[in-house]
């Protein structure tokens, strides 16, 4: 089945920063970004705190906050699950721990089509009817947080806001331009569907402005390979096999 879920009309994404060199400046953020969660708390109630308490007003209270984290997270980036544990504290809300991602992406170093040829997929209890609020720490095309929006959905959540450090894409928006998802149809058709498993209504308005500068899908799938070589030649480099 096709991913065709895509955030709901209105949903809003809280930003901090359109850049990330306000996160990297902070003297707690290599230790947080390398698994630290007492770093990762300093840099969040540092750069975020007052900023979340200023935003109080726009999030309902029970609302329950997740960010995408594997299974085994030990090593992995603590940034986003601090930033949901903080936020549900300010926000009155509930912290995930159920939902998890269960494949790595790499997307770190990673350019735009290696992004979209390398996807996130969750799995874990979901709440029917419960409204969720996605966050993370730094989003650029928006590829994981929309899939953890479409899991969420299609387990019968609601997605109703997002909440990111920094919203580094050129496009804020989490929802397409029509004008670009109905050039992706008639240019791809369902050639598109096939090759990336997603509806071109559930992109990001990111990544469809991004695959409207490619001329044929023949164009898109010749940098596709490219970018899976790449993939395969950045992680080899760093001693991490896909497999």
């Known amino acids: 089945m096709h991913r065709n879920l895509a955030f709901s009309i209105g949903t809003h994404a809280l930003a901090l920063f359109t850049e ?56 992995d980036n603590a940034i986003p699950q601090t930033l949901a544990a903080v936020c549900a504290t300010v926000f009155r809300g509930l912290v995930d721990r159920e939902i998890v991602q269960i494949d790595r992406v790499y997307h770190t170093g990673a350019d735009a089509m290696e992004r979209m040829a390398s996807r996130a997929h969750f799995e874990g209890e979901v709440v029917a009817g419960a409204q969720y609020v996605l966050v993370d720490d730094v989003t650029n095309l928006g590829g994981t947080l929309t899939e953890l929006n479409n899991y969420i959905q299609s387990q019968g959540g609601a997605v109703v806001k997002v909440v990111v450090l920094v919203n580094a894409g050129r496009n804020p928006a989490l929802l ?7 050039l992706i149809k008639e240019r791809f058709g369902y050639d598109f569907v096939k090759i990336f498993g997603i509806e071109p209504d559930a992109l990001t308005a990111n990544e469809a402005r991004y695959l409207v500068g490619f001329r044929s899908i023949d164009e898109i799938r010749d940098r596709l390979a490219k970018a899976r070589q ?14």
């Open 20 to 75: 990330d060199a306000g996160l990297k400046q902070h003297p707690m953020y290599r230790e947080a970004k390398a698994g630290d969660p007492v770093a990762a708390l300093h840099l969040v109630t540092d750069l975020a705190l007052a900023w979340l308490f200023d935003n109080e007003h726009l999030f309902a209270p029970a609302a329950i906050y997740v960010a995408p984290h594997a299974k085994e997270a030990s090593g």
């Open 230 to 243: 790449e993939i395969d030649r950045r992680l080899r480099a760093k001693g991490i096999s896909r497999s």
């Open 176 to 182: 397409p331009d029509l004008k670009d998802t109905r």
